[in-house]
């Protein structure tokens, strides 16, 4: 019996939220279909075969676009021939290529609910990691669909090239890990936080753009993001809660908001929230990429 691996839900007309069926990650994607090819903006974790999925939704060419080069954002990608990428993540996106679908296959597998496991099977919905083509996007680059257009802006922090995108027909903001409840500013390629602020400010600018902020796990309303700008305002003041947790990369971390114990939401009921390396604050400077 084949598996489905996908389901969807049509948020606008000619725009669907995509997610993998079960498992424990909750991650995201979006297709947007217009006149003359459809954006698929990121492609999850890499199982099942995403671009036949989307073949299902659309007849129109597929482009990919990835709002950052984390695993659980450009999994799918590896379906297609091509991705779209900020220039600043390319070196990390291609940190991710070489994994085997073998491999990918064992960590479906691991996620997968329990009553699928013993169905799955090796097949072409998995696929070996190898090298495709990347295109560079910058902020201000728009999608040019034919009858929508898509804004690139970027919104360095989680990672030093993390961009959003901005669907002006819909007025939907497709926002990645740029600003969400669990904001991880604690790796090796996220941004210094003053620089963060510096970017959701430069989003700031296009908040009367969109309506609503599609993310990479989560769905909000504009409002998230000034409660962002006011929450990272105080780490780099020095002044937020500094809520000690141990991090993604099992080292400690700061939230910036009090949590609840054992738990993500904050404890003042707001929704945005952030980790980092008090460190990482004001530097080392990010005005260079370095290129491995």
């Known amino acids: 019996m084949a598996i489905t691996y996908f389901c969807c839900e049509e948020i606008a007309e000619k725009s669907w939220m995509i997610k993998n069926i079960g498992g424990s990650t909750p991650a995201i994607c979006y297709l947007v279909e217009g006149k003359d090819y459809a954006l698929l903006i990121d492609s999850i974790i890499g199982i099942g075969n995403l671009k036949a999925y989307c073949e299902t939704l659309t007849d129109k060419p597929i482009k990919v676009v990835n709002t950052h080069a984390h695993s659980d954002h450009i999994g799918g990608n590896f379906h297609f021939d091509h991705c779209y990428l900020h220039p600043r993540d390319i070196g990390f996106f291609q940190e991710c290529v070489g994994i085997s679908k073998e491999k990918v296959f064992e960590f ?120 962002a700008i006011e929450t990272v305002a105080k780490v780099v003041a020095g002044t937020d809660d500094k809520c000690e947790r141990t991090g993604m990369m099992g080292t400690p971390v700061y939230y910036a908001a009090a949590k609840v114990e054992g738990g993500y939401p904050r404890v003042d009921g707001k929704r945005f929230n952030m980790s980092y390396i008090p460190t990482n604050v004001y530097g080392p400077g990010e005005t260079k990429q370095a290129i491995k």
């Open 108 to 227: 479906a597998q691991q996620m997968a609910p329990e009553e699928l496991r013993d169905k799955m099977v090796l097949d072409d919905n998995f696929a070996d990691w190898n090298p495709i083509k990347i295109y560079p996007v910058n902020d201000g680059d728009e999608f040019d669909l034919g009858d929508r257009k898509i804004e690139v802006v970027y919104v360095g922090g989680h990672t030093a090239g993390s961009i959003v995108l901005i669907d002006h027909k819909t007025r939907f903001c497709y926002a990645g890990d740029a600003c969400n409840s669990n904001t991880l500013l604690e790796f090796e390629n996220s941004l210094p936080i003053v620089s963060y602020l510096k970017n959701l400010l430069h989003l700031k600018e296009h908040q009367g753009e969109f309506d609503m902020m599609y993310c990479g796990h989560e769905v909000f309303g504009p409002e998230v993001l000034d409660e």
